[in-house]
């Protein structure tokens, strides 16, 4: 499976911007597709997942309420829409996929960076 991100640039606070990944290979092997973030000086952290077949989804605490994950398995691609955004969403943020059956992340795509102005 390979996955590639977009969408991330340069926005205001309050502002909202989407990111996109796309999928492609072998995708009937996927599970769960989420996306991380790293920001300068910290440690990559988990902000939201989507079960690529049930569309089940969970959130990070910090953007519950504020961003949104959804699927198009006809076009196999992960959407993350975050609104109300703050400078602390300021990240290089990743796109991952599970393998079926399995808890951790093994597909990653480069990173795109989202940085948010005050």
């Known amino acids: 499976v390979q996955l590639q991100a977009s969408g991330g640039g340069l926005v205001q606070a309050g502002d909202s911007l989407g990111l996109s990944c796309a999928a492609s290979g072998r995708t009937f092997s996927m599970n769960d597709v989420g996306w991380f973030r790293q920001a300068p000086g910290k440690e990559r952290e988990f902000v939201a997942a989507?079960?690529?077949?049930?569309?089940?989804?969970n959130y990070t605490d910090s953007v519950k309420g504020r961003f949104k994950i959804s699927r198009h398995n006809a076009k196999n691609t992960v959407d993350l829409q975050m609104n109300t955004l703050r400078p602390e969403d300021t990240a290089v943020y990743y796109c991952?996929?599970?393998?079926?059956?399995?808890?951790?992340?093994?597909?990653w795509g480069q990173g795109t960076l989202v940085t948010v102005s005050s």
């Open positions: 991952a996929a599970q393998r079926r059956g399995q808890s951790e992340y093994d597909y």
């Open positions: 989507i079960n690529w077949w049930g569309g089940s989804t």
